[in-house]
């Protein structure tokens, strides 16, 4: 018995020996023979992480819709020259899924760099996706660009050399907030309610510092954990101190419990506006019948914004329209982000007519260019930041809520819509 | 001290109706426990199923989502059934992990599928009663769809403890439940048994499901949330005993709004998990644990 068991163990281990040896050459072997992927390739790869399912797969709807579209635009003549090939190369991009899941991310990255010898990277929203792999791309020496990535959030990985963001700052919201706060009357008593994590702790002293000069009275009953089912303790709180404007950071559903409970309470305020939970039309429905009415947030991209397409020349306007008509659902403010992330990639090959990495950073470090998402002109930080401004969303005729731009902040080029309205006024509430 | 009475008045009523909530989406789990001796990882998932489901039959008719319970709870029982007899049964009795894994298995299953489906998109069951108060006087506003939470997790159990000591299959769960081999060799099928105990969780995890579609929004992904909240209910409350199941609701929801009305927001969720680790500590099968 012991000897029968002890020749399938040393059998076990020479398979496992060949094994190791086969999987060893069949990856090296491949290397040695082919001295430039580039020569070999007769296209260009961009490496596309995205978070495709997971948490914040919200983020990505649109996509791969908005993607095909970019890649067609820019392959709409033959592609993008390259002096290498002596001919114009086309574009094809290599969508993977990093499940929303940060180390996943870096792992994918990693992978297209590696085994897919990516050209660019180029990856986008939220910090758990982009953070891991603009650190693989500077590992790696790959050039890479991303959007949907809050500026801030991007620096905290910082210095960077080979990875650039062309995002929005949060520092600008602030501003966008306080604008739009001037149009409704208000005792200037302001509820503050951030969920205990890095964007409401951000969120929590960023405002607090912008409101209190300005002339607000800040209420602040404390950070709660996410996940929290009741909110009674925090509206009586409220209540108590005659809150007119709530002021949140918090994930969607979190804010669809409190407002419930709001109104579950009677406690209706005349200005309620909510950082990351108001961003998407269907998180607006979510709450309940018409509950969304009147709620602000801020507005990372708007078909108003009077940007257009630097490969077609559309307008933001067009692009919101052609999603709806492809798609049948309502737009949403990513579009505009991970469209204007294809453009500096387009432009940048087109400057750079070559793959040669090195070649292709200096040329994003020069970007000039006007986007869809606004201009892009990278600091010496390797950050462009992108307008913002603020929105209320009131009755749709297509879609039950419609997004109004209602301040511009610190962007004047922004046209607003309309003034923002007291909630009160849109219910009808004395 | 009448004040003092007065002030909390209003955490009581909703903890102790929050509570109700939490012991329905408990209940499933414990009987599992109870009965298979199997941790259902993916009971949160199912929750959040049976609130798709409900949405979907809500599309379809349109009608109260309590309604959609008449068409949600076969369903779900089916599946559970079916999970149970197909893939669940195949192993059990191969030690503690093997079930484990096929249920946590089946839970990323469930929510990819949801994702895939559904998007992730925010949903919710849109009800009239969802931000309704009933105010009795000037003495107590109570939130009807927490009251309403409430009673229908009280009649679940009533129900659930008359089938349990009443039919003939609840009888057979039970022996099943207490002496497998015994239970065997009176001619009851065990593994039959098992399925139809899981057909009866997965049941009222249909109305838990529904209940939270109501009270709050849901994702592919929230599952695992209400998996955490059934643990705190069943750690606390005891294995197997429905009732006990019940109070151990009432009381972390009571914990987590009273530990939020004197410690402040920020230690709502906290106090839970205390009462859990206090619970723990004291008495690990849990306050009204049989036997």
Known sequence: MRKKKDISRREFIKKAGVTAAAVGLSSSIPRFLRPARAATRDYILIGRPLPITGPVSAFTTVSPWIDDKAIADINRDGGIYIKEAGKKLPVKVKIVDTESNPSKAGDVGSKLILNDNVDIMYVSATPATVSPVAAVCERFKVPCVSTMMPVEMFLLGGPFHWAFDASFSVRDYMASFLEMWEDVKTNKIVGLLAQNDPDGVAWTEGSKKALEPAGYRVIDIGRFPPGTMDYGTIISGWKKENVEIMFANMSPPDFARVWRQCFRENFIPKICTVGRALMFPTAVEAIGGDLGLGTSSESLWHPSYPFKSSLTGESAKDLAAAYESASGKQWTAPLGGLYGGYEIVADVLKRAQTLDKETLRKAFAATNLSTIQGHIKFNEKNISIVPTGGLQWIKGKKFPFHPVLVSNGNYKMLPKEAKMVSIHELRGIK | ?291
């Open chain 2, 1 to 291: 001290m009448l004040s003092f009475l007065n002030e909390l008045k209003a955490p009581i009523t909703n903890g102790l109706l929050l509570g109700g909530l939490y012991g329905i989406i408990g209940i499933g789990l414990s009987m599992i426990f109870g009965i298979v001796r199997m941790v259902n990882l993916a009971h949160g998932d199912l929750v959040i199923l049976a609130s798709y489901l409900s949405l979907v039959t809500m599309t379809f008719f349109p009608i109260s989502p309590l309604l959609t319970l008449i068409v949600v709870i076969p369903v779900m029982a089916l599946i559970g059934f079916i999970v149970q007899y197909c893939l669940l049964n195949r192993v059990l009795g191969k030690g503690m992990n093997p079930p484990l894994l096929v249920a946590f298995g089946l839970s990323i299953i469930l929510q990819n599928l949801l994702l895939l489906v559904f998007t992730p998109d925010a949903r919710t069951l849109m009800t009239s009663i969802s931000v309704k108060t009933i105010s009795l006087g000037s003495f107590l506003n109570i939130p009807l769809v927490y009251l309403v939470d409430f009673i229908v997790s009280l009649i679940t159990i009533a129900l659930l403890s008359r089938f349990f000591n009443r039919t003939y299959m609840g009888k057979a769960i039970r022996a099943a439940s207490d002496d497998e081999g015994a239970a065997q060799l009176m001619g009851i099928n065990t593994r039959t048994i098992y399925s139809f105990a899981m057909g009866i969780a997965t049941g009222t995890a249909a109305i838990a499901g529904v209940l939270v579609g109501m009270t709050f929004t849901f994702y592919p992904h929230t599952g695992p949330e209400y998996l955490i909240i059934a643990f705190g209910v069943v750690i606390v409350g005891g294995l197997g005993s429905l009732l006990g199941t019940f109070l151990g609701g009432l009381i972390l929801g009571l914990a987590q709004i009273l530990g939020a009305h004197f410690l402040g927001a920020g230690f709502q969720l906290l106090c839970g998990y205390l009462i859990l680790l206090i619970v723990l500590t004291f008495k690990p099968t849990g306050l009204f644990a049989k036997g």
